[in-house]
């Protein structure tokens, strides 16, 4: 028996009017799928897929993998995949080829830097598309020292991959201990005075983060030349960032009245009246590191100081080769004035406070009576 076929007329004229009303869509719809995948497959063929970490591992996580540069330097090509993999750039999917661009495939092009050090010079190119600002400012020949140094062709100057690594870059906003330690692989007798003060001391043996290291007086990426008159003149703000800090200076027993009295002394209103007028001109009114030292700062009760009492009238006839032997009992240093120990100093500035008053009062009182006695006379004649 033959099967049964819908032979309605209905049925078919409903089949055909909705072919006949989305025929047309489905053309579309069907034509930007297929246009879509063509596009895709013109852009895999013009952009090949970058290869994977792994990949790239493959061959340089071999120990002994390395190249001879044109001048006999031999370039170590091992990388480290622990060191990698902690790398802050992993960590946000920031791959090789996002450094190196032009080795998407293997064999990779020939190398034609002539040294190791021509070829650190270029790839570390690579970090100003990320950290564009970071980059500008140490290429920065008026406010940054190694870019002045840089632009005499010392090709020897830090560049970025030199402070921060290559593929072992670690986030060191909080390993303060690394930021000096890296610092010294260039700056290596600085650094020995330093961890020698009582400022690396406290860091590198105690680690103790309230005390300054390299960056927090020199600056990170926009270094200033620290010889010339403008950061001399501006030392004193910069110790005072710790040193008048009440709360932080109250954990260590030490005041934070030295910014404050030194603006009150002659060297502090010398050095302020050079900075607002002279800013570029040098000038010899002494500065906190003058007394106490550089790098190479120690406490005042330690007797190879500076500024420990045995040493000071050394440390002054250093501005002051005169300077006699009671030089430093007048000395008030970073003290009040007090009764007890600078009596007559105490006493001086007590009469002065008073007989200011009372002459600035009497004129007062004198100008007074004089402007009354004219009015009056005035008035008289007047009548």
Known sequence: MAPLRDESPVASRSLRHWLRRYWLLLAVILTLGAAGLWATQVAQAQSPQLPADDECLSCHSQPDLSMTLQNGDKLSLYISADALAQSVHTAVGIGCQSCHPTLSGYPHPPVQYASARELSRVFY?????????????TRDTLHNVHAQINATGDLKTAVCTDCHGVHDIRDIRNDRVRISKTCGKCHTDIFNQYQASVHGIALLQEDNHDVPTCTDCHGVHSIPDPRLAQFRTASPEMCAGCHANAQLMGKY?????VYSLY?????????????????TIWHESAVCTDCHGVHNILKASDPTSTVNPANLLATCRRCHPTAGPNWT????????????RTPFIFYTQAFYDVFIRVVLIVCAVYVGLQIIRA???RVRRSL
């Open 329 to 340: 009992g007048s000395w008030t240093g970073h003290n009040r004035v007090s009764i007890t």
């Open 125 to 137: 190119t690579s970090c100003q598309k990320c950290h564009e600002a970071n980059y500008d400012q």
């Open 375 to 377: 009015t009056v006379t």
């Open 253 to 257: 027993g030490l005041t934070a009245d």
């Open 263 to 279: 603006n009150l002394s002659w060297h502090g209103v010398d050095v302020t009246v050079y900075k607002a007028n002279w800013p």
